[in-house]
T-cell receptor
Framework: DSGVTQTPKHLITATGQRVTLRCSPR?????VYWYQQSLDQGLQFLIQ???????AKGNILERFSAQQFPDLHSELNLSSLELGDSALYFC?????????????FGPGTRLTVT | AQSVTQLGSHVSVSEGALVLLRCNYS??????LFWYVQYPNQGLQLLLK??????LVKGINGFEAEFKKSETSFHLTKPSAHMSDAAEYFC??????????FGQGTELSVKP
């Protein structure tokens, strides 16, 4: 158990809908990262937050957004869903930002868009 | 730009045999390198990391990796495979700010 929690575990929704994925980092970790894992794209970095502020953006679609709240939990919002958004979405956390710190991954949320 | 290439999307070994999973990286700055393991229907677990302190890095579950700058490699090894090692393994390099850039992954199968 990494200490990172993600809810829900599974999500099935229809095209065009909007969903919210939630992540609680390890106690004391200030940095949260979101990754998408799909068969065709592999594991890709989406976005990073540090202590409530957006720190880095990766291959995140404009239909996707995220935020980190004062209690440090984070939410990833996916809207106007398409079939191709079906994937495993991971949240990871680390104590601080920077290359040195290893990231601890949550169990993931499996999103299926039908 | 930084990148990681894992040679072999699937590796199969017999129980007790040497495990060798290959990873080559590209980085314009001294890299931080990581190996993660993903068991079926689970998240990623850190096996080991290289942060320039020592070129031979020991990790959990008997795994180790050697950083070779001249070959831009960071191959993962384990002397004797166990059935429980069957999983997918990811090599990753960090970019500025710590975001991980992953290789395509190597699925390890262990035959009895």
């Amino acid at each position: 158990d990494s200490g990172v929690t993600q809810t829900p575990k599974h999500l099935i929704t229809a095209t065009g809908q909007r969903v919210t994925l939630r992540c609680s980092p390890r106690s004391g970790d200030l940095s949260v990262y979101w990754y998408q894992q799909s068969l065709d794209q592999g594991l890709q970095f989406l976005i990073q937050y540090y202590n409530g502020e957006e720190r880095a953006k990766g291959n995140i679609l404009e239909r996707f957004s995220a935020q980190q709240f004062p209690d440090l939990h984070s939410e990833l919002n996916l809207s106007s869903l398409e079939l191709g958004d079906s994937a495993l979405y991971f949240c990871a956390s680390s104590p601080d930002t920077g290359n040195y710190y290893e990231q601890y991954f949550g169990p993931g949320t499996r999103l299926t868009v039908t | 730009a930084q990148s990681v290439t894992q040679l072999g999307s699937h590796v199969s070994v017999s129980e007790g045999a040497l495990v060798l999973l290959r990873c080559n990286y590209s980085s314009s700055v001294p890299p931080y390198l990581f190996w993660y393991v993903q068991y079926p229907n689970q998240g990623l677990q850190l096996l080991l990391k290289y942060t320039s302190a020592a070129t031979l890095v020991k990790g959990i579950n008997g795994f180790e990796a050697e950083f070779k700058k001249s070959e831009t490699s960071f191959h993962l090894t384990k002397p004797s495979a166990h059935m429980s090692d069957a999983a997918e393994y990811f090599c990753a390099v960090t970019n500025q700010g710590g975001k991980l850039i992953f290789g395509q992954g190597t699925e390890l199968s262990v035959k009895p």
